[in-house]
């Protein structure tokens, strides 16, 4: 006998969690299709050598590799984004640009399992590769916007900043050569405040405090975009490259508006700097405004050259990662989650054993109504049948025995405001049972 | 530079692939659901032992196995029942039964690879656990229909038997410790015929040539279902185990026929043996009218009890398996696959550079109406556009220069009929351009 159990850092999805889960991938999909973005998929497994290099140290000590039966040195994905860089690099030829894909699928990483992080989680990623326009940065924007609300959130913000700002001022200052250890100290303003991040900057970054002062004079730009796009210039000086992208931020947040996006939910923050050195454009953090300390729920960006290690064309990519598990651990904690158990909304009880073939008709013509129903196997007694009901949520039961059957009659009950009423019905005229079931589920 | 490659046996889905798999899994997705099916996902990685010596040898060859960071025996399941079974053993407390699940998820097999093999997979599996109820056997039969006819299938059928008639009938012979290899010779018989299969029977299974013959007169058994289960009584004699299994097909038939599914879609065979010591109960197979040398495309059946090597719980179950990437390949065939390559039906032109928010906003009023719509990123020229729009196969394009958009006009061309029209559309007036929209896309 063998102990039935998950690995360490993995779990099993039942149906309380995983219905609602299902159905926010579906959600997902849907606003992607909206804006004309079309799926894809990639294995599971790749060469181990186009995976390795491309994350951080930190990705490659976690991933899962090994050799396989062919004697090929493998590894199982650990991101949606290198796989797609490889992806666009083998077929771009036929894909075409502008290319826009969303890819959802479960990805690997060997990490230290804590509370809330799993080995294996579903990525839920969208990207358009291969333009620069600005319409492509506001597009991302939009489609965050969309998948928050479409998920049920109201109370949330979009924060925004643009890569080249900060490249500009530091451009200024002669710090390109400093950018990563200065970004990496700007990274914990948040936690350790001005004065801690100052003297780190100029300890592990080598600036002077002059210059750090000047670093953090931008990111303690406050207010509405508007404000704050107009004390850039001031902060910044005539840098080009800040130029281009306080331009960039004006477009995005006109285009936003056109598109009737509530200003409330947008923040310009010009101190986030996410991911280093990956992105080089515009990029977005997504926080909840009842529970800002689970992090962004939905981040992205702009980066310039997506599949620089695996081809010498050069293509641009703007895109973001919805982190599904994160956002559905917050519906639940937000009591937003709904309590579904069942996937069909009637539930038929089988009363009379002898009538097997009657329910089995009675169940097509829900069916064949567009609702779903399910026939429970077998012919219990009806109060187990009903226990059975309740606890996997059922909203209408159909409850006919061998008489009623005979009369021609149901009893069409309400499982949550426990009321019933008994309606008319024959396999050959349906019609008042349909309608009796389709108004109590719109009550 | 790295050379962008997939592995051996392993393939990307682009979105001209991707799309019509996508949408045959929903509509999987859809028919369980009709049926109260719930969805359920296990972790792709399993301990080792949780997956080995439960398939065949063939499988503990083709897994994908390694040891993972901590030192743990690891493998990739090989299919969806494996894991069926280790998470109903875990968690068969908290289901409760009946447990009805379904399961979409990609398996992996180091198979030998040849033409349309691939070593990553998806199953779309479906199981009702916990009951021993013919209502369970016909409502599996009722959810292939309902998939076949959904996906879009007209000429299938669906064959059927029970193993207990082989199982009664080998009693009577007292050939019941001779089971495995007499099935095994007796599945050669479409292929080998009657003669050679009975010598094989002899030399293989050590029968005598009597014996052989009366198993190939039961697989001889011809005509309708109700002629054969009339043939059989005479050829099983009065074997217990056979007739109940004889019982449980007429309720089978009596049921499907009930449900409304139509008689020439099913076929009583009873010379299938499917899967040899692994089913007990009835037995299901699909065949394409048109292509029926891919072999079943929906297969299934009742075993006795899926959880014995995880628990001491004895759980009966009945489900099925969807040969989707098959089926996905059949209807490329015949020629009954949407050739689509957009998931957005409207293009939007982005016409004249300098108005971008006219055209995000044009978008946003589309989007509202329910209506996917993609903006070209870039105002580049018309006629590139369009060659885009056309190649994406959108079936309408909105086109609007400057002119046109201080006039409240736009034009909503037709892709496919290569006729226009021009419609008043302002942003505050909208309507008669998603009228048009939605005219044109009905027709």
């Known amino acids: 006998m063998i102990t039935p159990r998950t690995l360490k850092g993995f779990r099993d999805y039942l149906p309380e969690v995983m219905i609602p889960r299902e159905s926010a991938m579906q959600t997902a999909r849907t606003v992607f299709r909206r804006y004309g973005f079309c799926p894809i998929d990639t294995p599971a497994l790749e060469h181990l050598d186009v995976l390795t290099g491309k994350g951080s140290d930190e990705t490659d000590r976690q991933l899962y590799r090994f050799v396989d039966n062919g004697g090929r040195d493998v590894g199982m994905r650990f991101d949606l984004t290198v796989p797609l860089a490889r992806f666009v690099a083998q077929h771009i030829g036929k894909l075409g640009t502008p290319f826009k894909r969303y890819h959802l699928a479960p990805v690997w990483r060997g990490e230290n399992t804590q509370a809330g992080r799993y080995r ?31 998920l049920g959130f109201e109370r949330f913000k979009i924060h925004i900043n643009n890569r080249q700002v900060l490249t500009g001022l530091l451009e200024r200052l002669d710090l390109v050569e400093q950018t990563l250890p200065v970004l990496r100290s700007l990274d914990k303003l948040p936690k350790i405040g001005v004065e801690k991040t100052a003297a780190e900057m100029c300890s592990a970054a080598g600036v002077t405090p002059d210059q750090a002062e000047q670093v953090l004079k931008l990111a303690a730009c406050e207010g509405t975009p508007e404000e704050i796009l107009a004390q850039l210039p001031a902060v910044i000086g005539d840098s080009e490259t800040a130029v281009a992208g306080i331009e960039r931020l004006q ?21 986030i700097a996410r991911g280093l050195d990956y992105y080089t454009g515009v990029i977005f953090e997504t926080f909840l405004d009842d529970l800002p300390k689970i992090g962004s729920v939905c981040s992205g960006g702009r980066y310039d050259n997506l599949v620089s290690t695996y081809s010498k064309q050069s293509l641009p990519g703007v895109g973001a990662s919805l982190g599904l598990d994160r956002l559905l651990a917050a519906m639940e904690q937000l009591k937003i989650l709904p309590a579904v158990r069942t996937t069909a909304p009637v539930f038929i009880a089988y009363f009379d054993g002898d009538r097997l073939d009657a329910y089995l008709r009675l169940a097509a013509t829900v069916r064949a109504a567009g609702i779903g129903a399910e026939l429970y196997p077998e012919p219990k007694r009806l109060g187990q049948q009903l226990k059975y009901a309740d606890s996997r949520g059922f909203r209408i039961a159909l409850i006919a025995g061998g008489t009623e059957l005979a009369e021609g009659r149901c009893q069409v009950k309400d499982l949550q405001a426990k009321s019933a009423e008994d309606v008319a019905y024959t396999p050959e005229q349906p019609e008042q049972l349909i309608q009796a079931i389709k108004r109590m589920l719109a009550s």
Chains 1, 2 share one sequence.
């Open 120 to 150: 294996e989680f579903m990525q839920c990623d969208f990207d358009c590769v291969g333009t620069q326009s600005v319409a492509s940065d506001i597009e991302t924007l939009l489609i965050i916007h969309d998948l928050m609300t479409s």
């Open 251 to 271: 477009q995005l947040f006109a285009g936003a508006a056109a598109a009737g996006v509530p200003a409330e939910r947008l923040k310009l923050d010009v101190s």
